[in-house]
């Protein structure tokens, strides 16, 4: 470490490298819990999660710590009485004379099966102390950087270094789910739990490539749809029936092949138009990035890149809306060869949304023409598309107080200038933290893009969960001393 490093931050950071099998073993123990908040039947994992988190918030002097009720899921939802998880809220420090941070994450997950292809259990984190990884569901996305935040408290109790702001806690357990609930609950606490709230820094999202820290300044929006397909009363033989019924999944396949194309191009009309035109002065941003097909291919682990030049990759990644077909709930989808005719088969879909789409009126074009395409089928089968979440896009000013504060901070941990970049993936909450708290929002990814998030074996490494607790450390020291808000 060079000499002009502040002593506060050797200290800090002597402290970080100490307790890294301590800030582990938190991480092996919160990933142990499989908090899948899609599955409904593992509902009380999420809470249990929860749980653990205020155990360890508690231990590490947090207060006012409160788990706060969403609800009923509303529907679609299997069970009508499923509660929605908690959303912990809690506060480090209360200074009237310090600045207020407050930390989003997520402790819900995407689920994970090891007859996926993983290599190890997905909810047993797995240290590869040679290879240098945490692997695991949740290890990047969002465990591993939200128990960060309450690694950074930890390092400063122990290396006995004064906190720099009140921090502020909002961990919820339905990101991956659309967020359910949580808009209503940042509305009711804006003059109340968040008053005082003057910044909100989340850690959900990845650097664009394996070596250059980024900080991040829009995400797009995501509306995920399904189509249900209903025709016969139960699964049926197809050597009974085949041919002699119209069979849901026949249509289905029809009524989702109208969507998008092989190229990707979205095939709802009026859907293009909404999208804000490009200017030179967005062209020039793309310039300066540092990305190329070669990355994206290795992330992917695969050629199957539709566009080959740089620019082209990152606009259809951030400024261009998307349109992926995720599933078929009720499909036979087992190994081998079943001869049934699915009675009830469910289309899932999702549209990633980007400025300026109004959300509501592709909502409007996305169902009628879903509803079209099925009518043009003749079929005697009923068919209804509907929402099932809408998240919002954001995109803010990436030049205020604190993306300098995190610029400064990035270089002091890793050398460099950070990218500014956006992201093509979704926070659905970030929005509404801008809007109704009145503050910006910087988003601090601790991770990769190759971390294989929501996919197989699933990693972060250890040099960015280590690095990136000293990044969030050194971030809320630097926007702490900075003179504007
Ligand atoms: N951490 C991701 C958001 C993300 C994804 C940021 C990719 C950057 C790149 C988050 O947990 C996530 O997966 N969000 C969902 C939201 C959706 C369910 C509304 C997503 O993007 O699919
Ligand atoms: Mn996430
Ligand atoms: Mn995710």
Redesign the pocket.
Known sequence: MSAQIPTKFEQLFKKVDELKPQFIDVVAQAVAIPAVSSDETLRPQVVKKAHFLVQQLESLGFTDIQLKPLGLQPPPVSNPNLELPPVILSRYGNDPQKKTVLVYG?YDV?PAFKEDGWDSEPFELVVDEEKGLLKGRGAT??TGPLTGWLHVVRAHKEAGVEFPVNLITCFEGM?????LGLEELIAKEANGYFKDVDAVCIS???WLGTKKPVLTYG?RG?N?YQVTIEGPQADLHSGVFGGIIAEPMIDLVKVMSTLVDSDGKILIKGVDEMVAPMTEKERKLYDNIDFSLDELNKASGSNTALYTKKEDILMHRWRYPSLSLHGVEGAFSGQGAKTVIPAKVIGKFSIRTVPDMDSAKLDELVIEHCEKAFAKLNSPNKCKAELI?D?AYWISDPHNAQFTAASKATRLVYGVEPDLTR??????ITVTFQDQLKTSVLLLPMGRGDDG??SINEKLDISNFINGIKLMAAYLHYYAESKEI
């Not at 990101?175 to 967020?179: A, I, M, R, T, Y």
């Open positions: 997520h995407q996305d969002d990101e991956e789910s659309g967020s959900d999202n990845y995400l995501c995920y979440h998240g992201e093509g993936g979704s926070i659905p998030a929501h």
